[in-house]
């Protein structure tokens, strides 16, 4: 068995249950729709960079400044662009793979896995639909129990992995580990996710999971 992992550095904040309004706003790169409140922005978000100083021609992704042959218009949705907006051409590479997430592997997330969950060190497992919020803030965990853990509050995320077949061959992912601090505690937790019968949604849930650490990581690093 394999192991993929990602150190997240730790967040804090509480759930709430003020609704997740946005407001559509001109900033220099273009028209955004944000959160009303910033507390409730995506943890896939990125801000917009401090502009090289200039008067146009800037890449609304990086802030540095580029011709118009160096450029092109490409989406942004990490910073909430309603409309593609000019980059430049490495960034726009950057944008277009992470379109990929957005398009197809946000959708998974959303759509959920079913899992067996194991919390802690319980020698009892429950069976679970795993899913990613509608804001992206949160996995809800829907069961004959229910809980949730906000990304925000995860350390480390470890994707299990397996050989495909019995000849061996493609390893596919397996489970997850999760490592986190429940909302409102400071107090570590652990939650281990194996796949239930449909183990290849299961995969394809997991997949999208490891490519959001990715994203994770590095907006917190940013």
Known sequence: MSVFQYDLKRGS?????VPDCKKLVRSPGGLRMVPENGAF???????EPQWVPDKEHHCRRCGRCFCDKCCSKVALPRMCFVDPVRQCGECSLVSQKEMEFYDKQLKV???GGSFIVTL???????TMMCRLSNNHRYLFFDGESHFEVELSRISSMQVLTEEST????????????LHYKP?????PQQSRMEAAD????????????????KLLYEARDR
Do not use: C
């Open 198 to 213: 449909d183990k290849k949604a299961a995969s394809s849930w997991l997949a999208a999971m490891h490519k959001a650490a």
């Open 183 to 187: 909302t409102g505690s400071q107090d």
């Open 13 to 17: 904040g509480k759930m709430s249950t």
């Open 120 to 126: 802690g060190t319980s020698k009892t497992s429950e």
């Open 166 to 177: 019995p000849e061996g061959g493609n390893s596919r992912a397996s489970g997850m580990l």
């Open 41 to 47: 922005n995506s943890p896939f978000y990125l801000d």
């Open 109 to 111: 997330l959303m759509g």
